[in-house]
Every structure is written in C-alpha cells, then in structure tokens.
C-alpha cells in the first residue's frame, strides 16, 4: 500500500500507511524525461533499450528535496543537467542497466547526486589524436579524429562524444539580379554514450567550392561515431527554383540561405529547407524582385540571417566548443553569408566563409564543419568535420 504523500491537512491515515511511509510510488519511463517537481515524491524508473537522459531544470525543486532515479532498461540512462543546473558526483551520472542513486537539492540550480551502484564509470580507447585537457576542473584524455578511422576501446565504459558534420558550400549565381545563399554549417551534437567495443569513427566531409554558374553549393557529409551521427550541410542555393524550402541537404544539417532575385522567386517558398534533426538551423531568405542578395546560411546555434535591402544575410552562429575540449573559445557548424550584387553577408562567427559580389571565401579549415560563403562568380568551399572522444584520465 502507498501512502498518500505528501500529507495535506485534515488527512487521516491508517496504520498501514504509516508503515509504508517510505513506499513511494515507481513512476516508470520509456524515453528521455525531464523531471517535474512531483518526482520528489516518487521514484523514476528508466526502461528503455537505447539510450536515454533523465534532466534536472533550473528552479524546479527547493533544498532538501530528494529525487530517487533508477535504469532497469538495457539502455544507459544519463542524469543529465538542464540549463544553468550543475550535478556534482564523485561517481557517475551515466546509470547502466539496474543502476540508481538519488538526487539532493542544494539549491535551486545545485544538486548531488549519490551513485547507488549500477553506474557506468568512463572507459578508456585509442585514435585520432591524443592529448590531456582540463575542463571545469577535471582531467581528461581528448581524442580528435580528423580522418576516418576507428575507436579502439581499450576498456568498456562511458565516453563524452562530440560529433560534427562537414560543412557545405555557398551557391554561385552568374546573374546581375539574383543574389546566392550561403553554405549551411554541419549539425554539432554531443552526448556520452557507454561503448564496450570498437567504434567506426566518419569524419564528414566539406562540400567543395562551387565553380559551375547558376549552381547551388555542394552539400556536407555525415560525420559519426558508432551510431551517433552530425549531419552536413545543406548548399547554399544558386539557383532559380521555384521549391518549398530549397537547397539540399541530409537529416541533422545546416541548411544554406535561399537565392532569390527579380525571376520571382519568392522567398518564403525558397527559403532555407525545415530541418528534422538536432544541433543544426535553416537558411536565412534572400532578397525578392528589387533586393538583390541571398540568405546567409544556417548555423548549429542560430538560423541563417535574411537579407537587409541589398545587402546578403549573415551565416548563423556556430557552437563554441571550448567547454568541451577546453582552451578559448574555438567556434564549429557556423553557417556562410549570402552573396549578392551589392554586398556580401558576414560568416557567422567570422569562421564561415564570407558572402560576396565576387567569389564566395572558403570557410577555415580548422573551424570544422562551418560553411561557405556565396558568390557571383563563384562559391565558397565549406569545412570538413571533426569528432571529439573523451574520458577521464
């Protein structure tokens, strides 16, 4: 029998609920869940194959509350902190199958968590590139892998994966009166996966500089580590098509800006395409009929820019990728700006490729994953991805 917690004046309870004080009710989940201020009065149990998140939001519960959570899924199930929220632990917050532990509240925005048991500690693996960071104050060894290769485990655990896909090029738009979009940034996603085997790591490539007239610019490539995937770019477009949600691109991308001009292709049916997965914006809209200038293509944190009279949109801003890899702020999946007769958009982040009334630049190179910029005799090159790997030295 559950007592009927929390108590509430006039309640009269019954002996046996007295002695199922400590009988919370199990609140079970099927996919990712974000915790609610009811769960301090019941238990959440993960059941799920894959891999899921158990979130704690800011200002959600008050100091001493205690939030008990389990996996009974064969999947991992990661307390994950939402915004402005830290967890400190000094075990793990990547609960395998019948981990569990609890949450104390120190403050609105602070918590411990206390690891029962069942969670899984960080492994260790070979490729890429190896190197010691320091990030918030722990230790850990960084992987990068700027060719395809593989994750050699050397130890079954949780690894920190930051994923990004190849960025695309701008369009290249001959004619005097239409404008050409910008390269769209590859999608950036992170996540800790557990891994007990090898994984095969794909770097995404860039798209390459478009050099045909009236073209739209190349698209990125997927990058992927296992089974977690950043998608590329979409190309900036460069062409006159009359489509809903235009240039090309794969799931988890960037889009580029749309290319418009006095054809009459409106913009809002040719803008950058609507994006299905995460980490990645749509393309910004180009200029219609007397406004001669394309989109700036779509960023990981922001949607490309429209453009200002004649002047192109901006690229999107990219995802700093500092707070992962540690150093100063290093910016990834920027989108390219719009090219057009008068004036070209900006990079987001100056790390994309400008837009220009001549040939778009490329993106640099080391700013993985940003796009292209537009151009009238020519489209920017975007940037090949990156993947990431961490673990705890």
């Known amino acids: 029998m559950t007592t009927p917690y929390p108590f509430v004046a006039g309640n009269i309870l019954t002996a046996q609920q007295l ?140 690894f920190d994966c930051l994923v ?71 190309g900036g477009l460069g062409t006159d098509r009359n489509v809903t949600n235009g240039s090309d691109r794969v799931d988890n991308a960037g889009s580029g800006g749309g290319s418009f001009g006095s054809v009459g292709v409106n913009p809002v049916t040719a803008k950058g395409i609507t994006l299905v997965g995460v980490g990645a914006n749509n393309g910004g809209e180009g200029g219609y009929l007397t406004n001669i200038a394309g989109g700036g293509g779509g960023g990981s944190t922001q949607v490309g820019q429209n453009n200002s009279g004649n002047t192109s949109g901006n690229g999107g801003t990219g995802t700093d990728v500092s707070t992962f890899i540690g150093g100063s702020a ?6 390219g700006g719009g090219g057009g007769t008068t004036a070209g958009g900006t990079a987001g982040n100056s790390t994309g490729g400008n837009g220009s009334t001549g040939t778009g630049s490329n993106a640099t190179s080391t700013n993985y994953g940003c796009g292209g910029g537009g151009g009238m005799t020519g489209g920017g090159a975007g940037a090949d991805g990156v993947v990431y790997v961490r673990f705890r030295a």
């Open 164 to 234: 990004v896909g190849g960025g695309a090029s701008g369009g290249y738009r001959t004619s005097a009166n239409v404008g050409a979009g910008g390269g769209g940034g590859g999608a950036v996603v992170q996540q800790t996966i557990y891994l007990d085997a090898n994984a095969t790591v794909t770097i995404g490539a860039k798209g390459a500089a478009q050099t045909t007239g009236n073209a739209s610019g190349n698209q990125g490539t997927v990058s992927k580590v296992g089974n977690l995937a950043a998608g590329g770019g979409g």
């Open 19 to 158: 002695n199922d004080i400590q009988n919370l009710p199990i609140s079970d989940k099927t996919a990712s869940y974000v915790l609610t201020v009811a769960d301090a009065y019941k238990r959440t149990m993960m059941n799920s194959a894959s891999a899921t998140t158990i979130t704690v939001n800011n200002s959600i519960f008050t100091v001493g509350d205690v939030i008990q959570v389990a996996n009974k899924g064969a999947g991992t199930c990661t307390v994950t902190a939402g915004a402005g929220v830290t967890i400190n632990t000094s075990g793990s917050l990547a609960l395998a199958q019948y981990g569990g532990g609890y949450l104390l509240c120190l403050s609105a925005s602070t918590f411990t968590f206390f690891n029962l048991g069942g969670g899984a500690g960080y492994g260790t693996a070979t490729g890429g590139t190896s190197s010691s960071i320091t990030v918030g104050g722990i230790n850990y060894t960084l992987l990068t892998f700027t060719t395809s290769g593989t994750l050699t485990v050397t130890k079954s655990g949780i």
């Open 330 to 335: 290093l910016y990834h999946g920027a989108g």
